[in-house]
């Protein structure tokens, strides 16, 4: 059974300041995904990691796929409050498959604080 | 452009009662079609999905059912709803083996 676990669960960090989540995954997957959500509000797609060593970026967040150790990272950079929200990382169920069954992570609840 | 909408946005039912929530997308043919929940402080799970009409997938056993009676029309329903039924469902599509998007949700209180 795949499971998927984010670290940390919560993470407050000061404006301007650099900071990693980490996200771990337990069987093959031939694709990872980061979603933002916003309080009370529905899932933002951010990344879509579709190969071993891709790297994409997006302003200040910067989202890398190591698909031997089985973990991505999320790379935030001179963070600024706006980035406050709860960051979902998320892996295909059964890899090659076409129903996308996506299972997430736990989330990261990022608080930026001034 | 691809949408997806879902309603009720948010609704309060008293145990015992039924449940509808409706989720359409537009703009796109034969999606995959989901649908998660999410559960106060807590991470998605995977309720229901399906590659076609009629062609529903269940994740979990429950006391919720779905249906796909149109191409791009994914309902959720519940006989009987259950305290623990309570929480957040996120409609969601995909086009297959592509990026997942999420409908705006529904808040659901049992009380």
């Known amino acids: 059974e795949l499971k998927v676990e984010q670290n940390p669960l919560f ?45 994409k970026q997006e302003g200040r967040l910067m989202a890398s796929l190591d698909t031997k150790a089985r973990l991505s990272t999320l790379h935030i950079t001179a963070a600024v409050h706006d980035l406050s929200a709860t960051y979902f990382c998320a892996v295909v169920g059964r890899p090659g498959g076409a129903t996308n069954k996506l299972i997430f992570g736990t989330g990261t609840l990022l608080a930026v604080q001034p | 452009s691809q949408t997806i909408h879902q309603w009720p946005a948010t609704l309060v039912q008293p145990v015992g009662s039924p449940l509808s929530l409706e989720c359409t ?51 959720l329903s519940s006989k009987k709803l259950l305290l623990s039924d309570s929480g957040f469902y996120l409609c969601a599509w995909s086009a297959a083996g592509n990026t997942i998007y999420f409908g705006e949700g529904s808040w659901l209180t049992v009380v």
């Open chain 1, 11 to 55: 993470l407050s960090m000061q404006e301007g300041k650099n900071y990693t989540i980490y996200c771990n995954y337990s069987t093959t997957s031939d694709r990872l995904y980061w979603y933002r959500q916003d309080p009370g509000k529905s899932l933002e797609s951010l990344f879509v990691l579709l190969s071993n060593g891709a790297v």
């Open chain 2, 25 to 75: 997308v537009e703009g796109t043919s034969n999606p995959n079609l989901y649908w998660y929940r999410q559960a106060a402080g807590r991470g998605l799970q995977l309720l229901f999905y399906s590659v076609g009409i009629g062609q529903i997938s269940s994740e979990v056993p429950q006391n919720l059912s779905a249906s796909r009676p149109q191409d791009r029309q994914f309902i």
